[in-house]
């Protein structure tokens, strides 16, 4: 059943326009996500369709209610960030509207509270509009895709992998209508060029003229006639050409080919030793002694919840700490939420080859990849939003002279397109990557290994994200079938008891027994 509907929405931010939409519609129970570049208009429609923001023209036609779960939080609070998001959470789930719009609920949420926000959004018997960069967030729960690009809304089925394979195919089709175009331009433009070849012959009487020429009532007006009708068919391809209808060629990525301080010579050697290290903030215990090695050309992700130690352990090892060996030959090179390696009065080029020794037609190459084209570079950071900064510093660590890179929750600010691009940039590095982060799609798309501090401890993994989780499933099942037993033993105990003396203590004692059956089987 639709519940609302907009149209002929536009928007305009100080006489640009941000937003033209033609038709838009949301159904009840609808499960959409909206994605698109920082800046391309995704906070604005929130803002419109749930009767926040009056547009610049159209109308939003809708009975239902709605609530907005903001982007921006309050910062005047002693909670963290992730507590402050959580309280917003539950004041907008509490009102159980018709229609749930929700911008940017996993800031500052850690792995597990993202699950458990999942299954929140799930039990919602409403529909939900969700701007997130968060692509693990988006598969889960999304059943429509709607990107916003270029002022307007493109409507996809499905999650977010499934927008990701029709994309996939309209590149492809694409390429096909490219190559297609380009052999029809070329066969027109060869045919034009031997038309005016012709032509241009047909102006000179021939040298020596055959009989049927000489015959003829004077040569001259004969291949005048002749030239006349060879312009005008030379006229008509080019009107052809002229009407052949465009079809832009496909960006490919350039490869990348780079050099790596000391890569030859640490290739598969361990790099960093961990021996009997603990990890404590005043009395408080963050994780016991560990002890596990790295070696070059590790992908490496920290996770775990929030406050466990991850960021603690990230710069353990930048100081380089007694109970961390670190090779003489690994170079490191940290990334900061706070991007103090930028300076913000220089350029994005000029900030980037300042570290670098890499050839200025590579440094374009990164920089391109993390979409700053032609004269972008030529942009000073200090005009940049937050998103672009991060783009460059990340340039500026990745092609400076180093071997080993260290990253804390580096794609916090960045839209989808731009994590993918730095995903895409690390899975081509030949050096040594450790990075802390909460994004599950990127741990699963740059990791090959994993360490979890979790209970005090760490747990180090050889594999997978995808793989690591099919490992904890498999402990978490044996756990459960454990309890399961336990659970199922005392219930027949009671229940035994029961029938021989049906005390109301033992009856209470059943429900309790059976109730905690019922939540492990829902867990």
Known sequence: MLILEGKNISHEIQGTELLNIDHVQIQEND????????????????????????????????TATRKLLPQLKRADT?????????AYI?????????????????????????????KQFNRIDGAILIVSHDRAFLDALCTKIWEVKDTSITEYVGNYSDYEVQRELEVRQQEAAYE???NKKKQLENALEQKKKKAARATKNPNKPSDSDSRQKGAKPYFAKKQKK??????????RLEKLEKVEKVKTEAPMNMDIVGASTLKNRVIIRVEDLEGRIGNRVLWRKSGFHIKAGDKLAIIGENGTGKTTFVKKIISNEKDIQISPTVQIGYFSQNLDILDVSKTILENVKQSSSQETALIRTVLARLYFFGDDVYKKVNVLSGGERVKVAFAKLFLSDINT??????????????VEALESLLQEY???VIFVSHDRRFIENVANRILHIENQEMRLFDGTYGKYMQYELLDERDTKEDQRIVLETK?????????????????????????EKKKLELE
Not at 42 to 47: A, D, Q
């Open 31 to 62: 499960r959409i996500g909206v994605i698109g570049k920082n800046g391309s208009g995704k906070t604005t429609l929130l803002n419109i369709l749930a009767g926040k923001l009056k547009p610049t023209s159209g109308n939003i036609s809708t």
């Open 78 to 86: 002693t909670q963290s960030g992730g507590e402050v998001t959580q």
């Open 90 to 118: 539950n004041e907008a789930l509490a009102e159980k509207a018709d229609i749930l719009f929700a911008d940017e609920p996993t800031t500052n949420l850690d792995t597990r509270h993202m699950e458990k926000l999942e």
């Open 180 to 182: 297609q175009y380009m």
């Open 230 to 239: 060879l312009e005008t068919t030379a006229k008509a391809i080019k009107t």
């Open 405 to 418: 890179i260290i990253l804390d929750e580096p794609t916090n600010f960045l839209d989808i397109t731009a």
């Open 430 to 432: 030949l050096g040594t």
């Open 491 to 515: 219930i027949s105990d009671v229940l035994s008891r029961l029938s021989i003396d049906p005390k109301p203590e033992l009856e209470q004692e059943f429900q309790q027994l059976m109730s």
